[in-house]
């Protein structure tokens, strides 16, 4: 026996939980699809966050539900307007590697008010998106940490 507290291992099994150990996959767009398109695709594949990306697969912005909300009632043509006009896009964007640590990421989704954040892997002139860790991955890790013993 240790001596150490339960918090101790708790904190101690957390800090061990890398961004790679429960991620999701990414849903990706091209930028020249049409908010139409965007939104048909954020309910098709279920999810609340959109990773746009240009013609070589590099991550260039991120779509939210409230931005295609916004975009929706307000007077653009969602069949002809793309989502780059609408989406937030590089730099701005809140981004981690696989083997960040799930705390870390987590207190970024916090700090930053952001559902998501992506999973990316340096290509040279930008970012390949290879998965997603939303506020969902932090729920789930935070139940299976307490079925760890
Ligand atoms: P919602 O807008 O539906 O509440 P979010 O809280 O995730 O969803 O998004 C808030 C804003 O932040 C949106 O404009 C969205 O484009 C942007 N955003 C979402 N994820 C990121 C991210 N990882 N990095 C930077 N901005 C982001």
């Given at each position: 026996?240790?001596?150490?507290?339960?918090?101790?291992?708790?904190?101690?099994?957390?800090?061990?939980?890398?961004?790679?150990?429960?991620?999701?996959?990414?849903v990706v767009i091209n930028e020249s699809v049409s908010i139409y398109d965007a939104i048909v695709s954020m309910f098709l594949e279920?999810?609340?966050?959109?990773y746009v990306v240009d013609e070589d697969s590099l991550l260039v912005g991120v779509l939210s539900?409230?931005?295609?909300?916004?975009?929706?009632?307000?007077?653009?043509d969602?069949?002809?307007?793309?989502?780059?006009i609408i989406m937030t896009r590089m730099p701005n964007i809140t981004l981690c590697r696989k083997d960040d640590l799930l705390i870390d990421v987590a207190e970024k989704l916090i700090e930053k008010q952001i559902d998501s954040i992506p999973?990316?892997?340096?290509?040279g002139r930008g970012y390949e998106v290879t998965g997603r860790i939303s506020k969902t991955t932090i729920t789930k890790a935070f139940v299976s940490l307490m079925h760890t013993d």
């Open positions: 026996y240790t001596g150490k507290s339960r918090t101790q291992l708790l904190s101690e099994s957390l800090k061990k939980i890398k961004v790679e150990d429960y991620q999701s996959l990414p279920d999810v609340g966050t959109l539900r409230k931005d295609l909300l916004r975009a929706s009632i307000g007077k653009q969602l069949n002809t307007v793309p989502v780059n999973i990316v892997k340096d290509k």
